[in-house]
């Protein structure tokens, strides 16, 4: 790469300050919206079923090219997107009788157990594959001028769509690592839990350093400060099983992942405000050791593990059945319902007083992505809450029987889901781990043949839409196959 090209785009994502929280909401809340008219469009035409090509072209365009759009062509107008999305779906609710057959609960006699196979939500599904997607997109598209630098990650304070994005990435791993917890309550030794989850991060810790080769030797663009020298996100995904298994066992001491996930958080901060942690890991001139090489990605990693902490706790709400002797299918979603809702205003009220000087009683602090503080974890655990609230809600009101009866087989449950499920949604959430390393070669390919900072708008869209087709096609490839490669 020539090393004047190479300066200025590590100067294009350079010392961003980001953009407004209002606006990163809008445009993230394209998912949602696409997956209502989905949902419309499924549950009152049956239209993904059976999934013929104009139903494959369909699916692709709303759950990846909306989201590829917003954070391009219409991201100076999100807000319109989303109507040109709901639009269609409330005329179709208005002209339009529902198919939806009423299945009654098949009682149980006893309660649930913990033994007992944890069921399938389809809308943990969709959100899983929607964070896969909007990060896959944001990887390549940030390289190029279509994307704005203020959704692009900011370097010290400030709130951006990557910022977030890479934090929601680690909350929505915690939600799905509950369902080592559900299965296994009665918890096996510290070493057969830490054996468990080394040999999940070793992909990953793989994959880090085949990065960190792969940037050095080949002159690639790197961006110092948002990780250090030699870490990079990779590092930070694969060091969190293990850690958090050494942090399972503080759970017996604080039965709460919630309590324990701000213990975490707010010890953290306490260190940032009354010691010189945050000066060194901001301004200290880089010294010869590791630690002070790469300080940015190993003193955030506590911020991260409090995210990832957060979403195991969520996980735990929501993932089990919630039925019982006592409990209707019906009362157990509305339990999962007011869980998620309570904990989005919680973590967004406490964001609120972290982040500014709210009533006169905030504490003022700035997010920073780059340290992972407290009012960017919560500011993650609110958005990621608030996120699941609206995929169940969408769920609860167009395919209520997948929580509302009690599957007598796994083909009813599975046949059930599917019906409630993109296809697209259902290949990215399976193969997420494949996909991800797919995309990453992907983009270094993209930059190391393609100058990005000089392509045009059209061209750039033209890549970025073949790019999310080949990531889409390898995500249902794999699934056809029925290859599970999740991360």
């Not at 709303?62 to 989303?82: K, Q, R």
């Not at 406490?350 to 500011?379: E, K």
Request: proline share 5%; net charge positive; charged share 15%.
């Amino acid at each position: 790469m020539d090393f004047d090209y190479k300066t200025r785009k590590e100067a294009f994502v350079s010392n961003l300050t980001g953009g407004s929280i209002l606006e990163i909401n809008a445009v993230t809340l394209v998912a949602p919206a696409s997956v209502f008219l989905w949902s419309v469009l499924q549950s009152r035409l049956s239209f993904f079923t059976p999934y013929s090509p104009a139903a494959l072209i369909t699916d692709f365009l709303l759950n990846v090219l909306a989201i590829l759009f917003a954070t391009t062509l219409y991201s100076s107008a999100p807000w319109l997107l989303n109507l040109f999305l709901v639009s269609p779906a409330l005329l179709i609710l208005l002209s339009s009788r529902s198919r939806r057959t009423n299945t009654k609960a098949k009682p149980r006699q006893v309660a649930a157990s913990h033994n007992e196979s944890l069921p399938i939500h389809p809308f943990l599904t969709t959100y899983r594959a929607s964070m896969m997607i909007v990060t896959c997109v944001a990887i390549l598209a940030v390289d190029f001028r279509v994307f704005p630098r203020r959704f692009a990650k900011a370097e010290n304070w400030g709130t951006s769509l990557m910022d977030l994005g890479v934090g929601s990435f680690v909350f929505s791993g915690g939600v799905v690592s509950a369902r080592s917890v559900l299965r296994d309550p009665a918890q096996k030794t510290l070493a057969q839990r830490i054996t468990r989850s080394v040999r999940h991060s070793i992909p990953l810790l793989v994959l880090g350093l085949i990065r960190l080769y792969s940037v050095k030797n080949l002159e690639y663009a790197e961006h110092v400060t948002e990780y250090g020298v030699h870490w990079n996100f990779f590092f930070t995904l694969g060091f969190l099983p293990p850690f958090v298994e050494i942090f399972e066992g503080l759970a017996t001491i604080i039965p709460s992942y919630e309590v324990l996930s701000l213990a975490v958080a707010v010890l953290y901060q306490i260190a940032l405000e009354s010691t010189d942690l945050k000066g060194y890991i901001l301004v200290s001139p880089r010294g010869p050791g590791l630690l002070s090489k790469n300080r940015e990605g190993i003193f955030s990693f506590l911020g991260y593990l409090a995210i990832f902490l957060a979403g195991r706790a969520t996980g735990i709400r929501v993932i089990p059945s919630g039925i019982s002797a006592s409990t209707t299918p019906q009362q157990a979603r509305k339990r999962v319902l007011a869980s998620l809702g309570l904990l989005a205003i919680g973590c967004a009220a406490l964001f609120a007083m972290n982040s500014t000087y709210f009533l006169g009683y905030g504490a003022g602090i700035p997010v920073s992505r780059r340290l992972a503080n407290m009012p960017y974890v919560l500011w993650v655990a609110a958005f990621n809450n608030a996120q699941l609230f609206l995929f169940s809600l969408i769920e609860t009101v167009f395919f209520p029987t997948v929580h509302r009866a009690v599957a007598s087989s796994k083909n009813e449950e599975a046949e059930r889901t599917a019906f409630a499920t993109s296809p697209i949604m259902k290949a990215f959430n399976r193969g997420g781990l494949a996909v991800f390393l797919v995309a990453n070669l992907l983009t270094g390919g993209v930059n190391l043949t393609i100058p990005t900072l000089d392509v045009q708008d059209g061209q750039a869209m033209l890549i970025l839409v073949g790019y999310a087709a080949v990531i889409t096609g390898v995500a249902l490839g794999l699934d056809k196959a029925n290859i599970k490669i999740a991360l």
